[in-house]
């Protein structure tokens, strides 16, 4: 079955303790992106990925870190997370055209305490 | 303003009714054009792409007006299973990978 698959779903944790919020897709897709989801904001992109080892900020990238050393996986990393980045985040992916519709993983919801 | 914009809401339509939403852009540049379905803070879903000719897809019909910077969703004889929440998506010109996300229309087809 084609899918996105984020770990974990949930997760609460505290200020300035790391974690890393894994993505993985298994339709070959080139492009990936990460994007989080705030009430009344909408969706905001924060990293993308273009091919192994091709990131680049979206809109909101501080905080964040990703890595592309795969093809079908994408991490996304907060080194040292803080309460504003407390939020709902989706991973995404689709083949290179624009043009073509993303496939988003179930959506990951974090709390920093 | 806003690259993407949407009326958020909340629509209350009664079953059957015919329900329309608009959603403008600010980049006349833009060229590519959808509209996704969240359902209560799922994944969103792609619903329909929009093409400038307007298409339609059973009940759902998306147009394009690029003169006004809008496009629009049309849902037909809205059924109960069509509560979501709607959100208009457009590319970013200059950077083709990068699509921008309204914040969303929250729709609530009542019985």
């Known amino acids: 079955e084609a899918q996105v698959t984020q770990n974990p779903r949930y997760l609460i944790t505290v200020t300035g303790k790391k974690l890393t919020v894994t993505c993985s897709q298994n339709?070959?897709?080139?492009?990936m992106s990460w994007y989080r989801q705030d009430p009344g904001l909408g969706l905001r992109q924060i990293y993308y990925?273009?091919?192994?080892?091709?990131?680049d900020k979206g809109d909101v990238p501080e905080g964040y870190k990703v890595s592309r050393k795969e093809k079908r996986n994408f991490p996304l990393i907060l080194e040292s997370p803080s309460p504003n980045q407390t939020s709902l985040y989706f991973c995404?992916?689709?083949?290179?055209?624009?043009?073509?519709?993303?496939?988003f993983g179930d959506g990951t919801r974090l709390s920093i305490l | 303003r806003k690259e993407v914009e949407q009326d958020p809401g909340p629509f209350n339509v009664p079953e059957g009714a015919t329900v329309a939403f608009n959603c403008t852009y600010s980049?006349?540049?833009?060229?590519?054009f959808f509209w996704y379905r969240q359902d209560c803070r799922k994944e969103p879903k792609l619903l329909m792409s929009?093409?400038?000719s307007g298409n339609e897809d059973g009940r759902f019909t998306a147009q394009l007006n690029r003169a006004s910077q809008y496009i629009s969703l049309l849902i037909r004889d809205s059924k109960l299973s069509d509560s979501a929440t709607y959100l208009c998506?457009?590319?970013?010109?200059?950077?083709?990978?990068?699509?921008?996300f309204g914040s969303g229309t929250q729709l609530t087809v009542l019985p």
């Open positions: 929009v093409y400038s």
């Open positions: 995404a992916s689709r083949i290179g055209q624009a043009n073509q519709p993303q496939h």
């Open positions: 990925s273009m091919n192994v080892e091709v990131t």
């Open positions: 998506v457009v590319n970013r010109p200059g950077s083709a990978r990068q699509l921008t």
């Open positions: 339709m070959n897709h080139e492009y």
């Open positions: 980049n006349s540049a833009s060229q590519s």
